[in-house]
């Protein structure tokens, strides 16, 4: 019987960039650690806060010496999650073989997310992600997100979307391919399309799923946040 993959990986690297997120940051984390205490590898957990000025570098130290906090001031998600693999592989041991993977500081990992992306064998795993609440934006649009979100969904060939909320990878196949650009915005679907470019294996999986805000005030342009208030102008017009 073959070993499971997961014990192919000597450690887990996971990073969470963060721009004044202290309000939801120990949401995050907690559901991070949950997931981490389920996978037979250890796990290091790296905070990128970029440009933070609301506190949350005082969280700190209270969840356990695998998590790290790191403060810049980039102004850039793209360059945030690059510095994090960048501080991630120094804590690496030469010999370990790494896997990496990222969520957002608005976001929650169920408590599997990391054992399914070790468990599949690939070089790149992309989820999906689902919202946690719709208060913050009109009734209506939840229905329309969800036509939009399921359209080129397929049990069979995965799913088309890309989220830096919910993506894993080979920390060897993510250094060769030269890692996250320092882009404001889609620095996740530049990454997607230098793996492929590359030709490594990318598994996009809709049972790997992450909760994530449907907040009003997006943290990167043209981001998640920028999408559902397009969607919601577009919803707008159409019953004009």
Not at 38 to 48: A, L, R, Y
Not at 96 to 118: F, G
Not at 186 to 191: F, Y
């Amino acid at each position: 019987m073959l070993a499971p993959a997961s014990r192919a990986y000597d450690r887990a690297v996971v990073v969470i960039p963060a721009h004044n997120e202290r309000a939801d940051l120990p949401a995050c984390l907690r559901a991070v650690l949950t997931a981490a205490l389920c996978v037979p590898i250890s796990v290091t957990v790296i905070v990128v806060l970029d440009a933070s000025d609301d506190g949350s570098v005082k969280l700190a130290g209270q969840y356990g010496p695998d998590v790290h906090f790191v403060s810049v001031d980039v102004h850039n998600v793209g360059a945030a999650r690059a510095i994090g693999f960048g501080y991630g592989r120094s804590l690496c041991a030469a010999d370990d073989v790494c896997w990496y993977a990222t969520t957002d500081a608005d976001s929650k990992v169920d408590p599997n997310w990391l054992i399914h992306q070790l468990e599949l064998g690939v070089d790149m795993v992309l989820g999906v992600v689902r919202i946690a609440s719709w208060r913050q934006r009109p009734a209506e649009l939840a229905d329309r997100y969800a036509r939009a979100y399921r359209a080129g969904i397929s049990g069979q060939d995965g799913h088309p979307h890309i989220h830096g909320a919910n993506m894993g990878f080979s920390a060897r196949a993510y250094w060769r391919v030269g890692g996250f650009r320092t882009l404001p915005t889609g620095e996740d679907v530049d990454l997607v399309e230098q793996f492929e470019a590359a030709g490594y294996r990318i598994h996009r999986d809709t049972e790997l799923s992450v909760i994530t805000s449907a907040r009003t005030q997006g943290r990167a342009p043209q981001g998640f946040a920028h999408y559902l208030s397009q969607l919601g102008r577009t919803a707008a017009g159409d019953c004009a």
